[in-house]
């Protein structure tokens, strides 16, 4: 079996190799695209936790600028309640004070009323005397 085994044998050495060649490419191929794959992956982690930290400053930032909006609004609305406290004193004190000047008016009318009836009746009595005095100088 000397130098015609050797070619036998040299033949399926050969594909062998080549199939070894051939898996060794495939497999090099392979570990290329997923190392691009791990790559890109990588790179989109870092994109997203980029933009998750952005979104989280966003956020405080957000949260903390309606804090200070809701605090503004709560202080507007303590002003209000408290010029309307001072509205409605104001309001009570003036109906106090309308009354009390209603009330005098009244007794002013009453008293007018009062004079007006003493001043008729005066000029009733005058009448009247001054009719019996005439009465009486046509008589003498």
Do not use: Y
Not at 9 to 16: D, F, H, N
Not at 88 to 108: G, N, P, R, S, T
């Amino acid at each position: 079996m000397g130098g015609g085994d050797g070619a036998a044998l040299r033949e399926p050495l050969a594909r062998l190799v080549e199939r070894h060649k051939s898996q060794l490419e495939r497999l090099s191929a392979e570990r290329a695209t997923l190392v691009e794959a791990w790559q890109t992956a990588q790179h989109d982690v870092s994109r997203l936790r980029r933009e998750l930290h952005a979104r989280e400053e966003n956020h405080a930032r957000e949260t903390e600028e309606m804090g200070r909006r809701i605090s503004d609004l709560r202080a507007m609305v303590q002003r209000k309640l408290e010029a309307d406290a001072r509205a409605e004193q104001q309001m009570e004190e003036i109906q106090l004070v309308m009354d009390q000047h209603l009330a005098e008016m009244c007794k002013h009318a009453t008293e007018e009323a009062a004079v007006a009836r003493h001043l008729g009746e005066l000029r009733r009595l005058l009448r009247t005397k001054t009719s019996v005095q005439r009465s009486t100088r046509m008589r003498f």
